[in-house]
């Protein structure tokens, strides 16, 4: 009857003994935890480790990329000649200051949406 008049919710009663190591391992974890978060790390990443492209391969890419389009819109003389205008003003030299350290995988996102526009 005793321990259902101090205790209504029927929770364990624990000795003020065991909440106090309770609190000194609670206190330790959070210091390691913030040992760990503060020590310094290099937040570097490298997504695949393609290498970057060249003047002559994005010059040689360019070409390929272009002629590809033309083949797919072989009927649409309008977009050849905008395709081929294209080709004519692209400035390698210019392309890679604009968009540094290109590789593969970025260089064919920046060609489609330069050239969508041209092919529409």
């Known amino acids: 009857m005793f321990n259902s008049v101090n205790n209504p919710f029927n929770r364990p009663i624990e000795s003020s ?3 106090d190591s309770n609190r000194q ?9 913030k040992k760990y978060l503060e020590q310094e790390e290099n ?3 490298k997504l ?26 072989e009927a ?7 395709l081929d205008k294209y080709l004519e003003k692209f400035d390698v030299k210019k392309f890679m200051k604009k968009n540094p350290n290109l590789t593969s995988p ?3 996102m920046v060609m489609y949406n330069e050239t969508e526009g041209l092919v529409k």
Do not use: A, C
């Open 48 to 73: 695949g480790g393609l290498p970057i492209l060249t003047e002559d391969e994005i010059l040689s890419m360019t070409r390929g990329y272009i002629n590809n389009l033309k083949q797919e819109h």
């Open 43 to 45: 937040d570097e990443v």
């Open 76 to 82: 649409n003389e309008k977009t050849i000649k905008k």
């Open 17 to 19: 003994t065991s909440s």
């Open 106 to 108: 970025d260089f064919y």
């Open 25 to 33: 391992h609670q206190q330790e974890k959070k210091e390691s935890e």
